[in-house]
């Protein structure tokens, strides 16, 4: 019944920028650069990125693991909010829904890239950390914040290993919550477990704040790091769990873990890093439609 609309925002190593398809265009016939390297410090790729709930700023972080440097980026003038830091870094961030704060992670600084790590929040108009919030010695990566902010969920990964935030492993899921915004958040509780020889990352909070879509590999038996470090896994499926998960089992999402009409009979796709359209769409005057990436 409704119209597919909003932005598609991704990168690409091609250009090494942050591209955008508008769905609602009729006159678009390519996608459009958004935030390139020379919008940073002139040569560093420009990769991962999170847009603000109402569309009107990005934040976005240059030279990726080990790097991580803040670029915030309006998007309607097409210029630098606060460019680049290097005294305080991020990954992976994720916007309350006023567009009033971000939150993200770093864990590339710490030595030998072990140990917990907690989640960073920062002031969504000059990009300065505001503080961070305790998680008890987790080591936190992925942070998702719902659109009613009630709830951050994250990869809970394993503290002993090194990795980057960009391919951390032996994880699961976790998430904190509060009462309102006014509230302190909670203690860590569990969203999906760990599991040997699997490793779940990514969670992605609906619109409807009330599921998570999140990615789960597994890891073959004397298999490399690689095949399963959350970064182009070739088993990466997706899958999702009621939040707050009660007593529920994770279910896979089977059409969307399905093979194409190009990949034959191919079911290792390499199906990560769902992001949902922010919009909750009607398919008839009874059903609603999500979209996801």
Same mark, same amino acid.
């Given at each position: 019944k409704d119209d597919v609309r909003g932005g598609l925002y991704y990168w690409t190593t091609t250009l090494k920028s942050i591209m955008r398809w508008d769905f609602a265009s009729t006159t678009q016939t390519a996608a459009e650069t958004v935030v390139s390297p020379a919008d940073g410090d002139g040569t560093t790729c420009v990769g991962c990125h999170a847009l603000s709930r109402d569309g009107s700023r990005m934040v976005a972080t240059l030279g990726g693991q080990s790097d991580g440097r803040i670029l915030l980026w309006d998007v309607a003038k097409k210029a630098a909010m606060a460019k680049? #830091?290097?005294?305080?870094?991020?990954?992976?961030?994720?916007?309350?829904?006023?567009?009033?704060?971000?939150?993200?992670?770093?864990?590339?600084?710490? =030595?030998?890239?072990?140990? =917990?790590s907690n989640l960073l929040l920062f002031d969504g108009l000059t990009a300065l950390m505001m503080g961070q919030i305790d998680l008890g010695g987790l080591r936190a990566d992925h942070p998702d914040w719902s659109r009613d902010e009630r709830r951050i969920a994250f990869t809970?990964?394993?503290?002993?290993?090194?990795?980057?935030?960009?391919?951390?492993?032996?994880?699961?899921?976790?998430?904190?919550?509060?009462?309102?915004?006014?509230?302190?958040?909670?203690?860590?509780?569990?969203?999906? =477990?760990y599991a040997p020889g699997k490793n779940r990352y990514y969670p992605a909070i609906a =619109?409807?704040?009330?599921?998570?879509? #999140?990615?789960?590999?597994?890891?073959?038996?004397g298999g490399?790091?690689?095949?399963?470090?959350?970064?182009?896994?070739?088993?990466?499926?997706?899958?999702?769990?009621?939040?707050?998960?009660?007593?529920?089992?994770?279910?896979?999402?089977?059409?969307?873990?399905?093979?194409?009409?190009?990949d034959g009979n191919n079911t290792v796709l390499t199906n990560t890093y769902a992001k949902l359209s922010p919009f909750v769409f009607q398919r008839d005057e009874t059903h609603q439609v999500l979209w996801a990436t």
């Open positions: 680049p #830091f290097s005294q305080q870094r991020s990954q992976f961030e994720s916007w309350n829904a006023t567009g009033t704060a971000f939150v993200g992670v770093y864990t590339d600084d710490h =030595p030998n890239k072990r140990g =917990p809970s990964v394993d503290t002993a290993g090194s990795y980057t935030d960009q391919k951390p492993q032996k994880s699961g899921l976790a998430y904190i919550e509060r009462a309102d915004a006014a509230s302190p958040w909670s203690a860590p509780m569990t969203l999906v =477990p =619109p409807t704040n009330d599921f998570v879509v #999140f990615n789960e590999s597994t890891c073959p038996a490399s790091n690689d095949e399963c470090d959350a970064d182009t896994d070739p088993t990466a499926a997706l899958w999702s769990i009621p939040l707050p998960p009660g007593s529920a089992q994770p279910t896979p999402l089977a059409a969307a873990n399905a093979p194409g009409v190009a």
